[in-house]
């Protein structure tokens, strides 16, 4: 049994296909195949049922799994323990993120990481977090900084902050930070919003479970600057996390009231893979962000609520 039979488990669980699970780890389905068949044969024990629709963990296959998801993030925990993280190292790492997140992120953490790394390079990725995430698994991307879901175990993921969302419009909507929206009375607003599949929406949507009407959406656009664009022109009001609308707040440009019963909340995660080994910049880096974040937060320049502690590189499940 060793380290990469281990990595290949979980993510056969995860997809469960070999042919999905050979394209993440670029590695030949055969020798995926023969991995997990080994792996078996030492075991005494099937720990997938093949069938034509592709692999399910069999109640043996959960055992070893979890195992696996422990030795993994041990393994990691032993060199995330010698990281020095005061040195000044060099090469190259990889982040993504949201483009909502990186609006607002992006800038200070690039010049976080130039301080602390001025030999390392840097590259920032921004799309859709289901984008994200794969490019993570895929090797592509060392950091990814996501929104919370049901996400994949083969990640370690730290909570990093949690913000409301509020109802967003300008001065002839009336609304007030002193005064909260109840959900329900969305009934009849005139709504600009995200399209069907944004991590926005979908958070929208699952807070209109048990509520007897839909949202009226006049107007679908995933950018945030085209739907606060379409918010200052009157074609209706918007659902939004404040820090995007920081500055049209503070200008008069817009207003805003919080939602109550129930209040959208989403909680942005800092993630690396649990299956491999992240190189000591990826582990700066993932340092830097917590500190970034953190200051972003106390500042005030990032209204909500922060759930990472300053200097801290471990990732909690």
Partial sequence: MDLPQL????????????????????????????????????LGTRLFERHGRGMVVT????GVLRHAYRILAEVQDIRASVAEDDVSLSGHVS??????????????????????????????VSAYSSYVLDWL???????????????ARSLRSTPLLE???????????????????????LATAKLLLPSTGH??????????????????????ADSFSVLKDLVRRRQGMTILPLAPVLDDISSGALCYAP???????????????ADRPSTRLAQSAGRALVETVADLVERQAWPARLLCERRTGRSSR
């Avoid at 109640?59 to 959960?62: I, K, L, T, V, W």
């Avoid at 992120?105 to 976080?112: D, E, G, M, N, T």
């Fill in 95 to 124: 982040i993504g993120m949201p483009p909502t997140v990186a609006d607002i992120l992006a800038a200070p953490l690039v010049s976080a990481l130039q301080h602390r790394h001025p030999l390392a390079t840097l590259r920032i």
């Fill in 7 to 42: 990595r290949t488990i979980i993510h056969v669980a995860e997809l469960g296909s070999l042919s999905k699970a050979a394209d993440r780890l670029h590695i030949a389905q055969p020798a995926l195949s023969r991995q997990v068949r080994l792996l078996e044969a030492e």
């Fill in 199 to 220: 991590s926005l929406r979908t958070l929208l949507d699952g807070c209109m479970r048990g509520l007897d009407f839909a949202l009226k959406v006049q107007v679908e």
């Fill in 137 to 151: 698994h895929r090797g592509e991307i060392d950091v990814a900084i996501l929104f919370e879901s049901k996400g």
């Fill in 259 to 273: 939602l109550v019963n129930p209040t959208p909340k989403r909680r942005l995660m800092m993630s690396f893979p």
């Fill in 163 to 185: 913000e409301d969302l509020h109802l967003i419009g300008t001065d002839d909507a009336r609304l007030s930070p002193e005064t909260a929206v109840r959900f329900d009375t």
């Fill in 59 to 62: 109640e043996a296959g959960q």
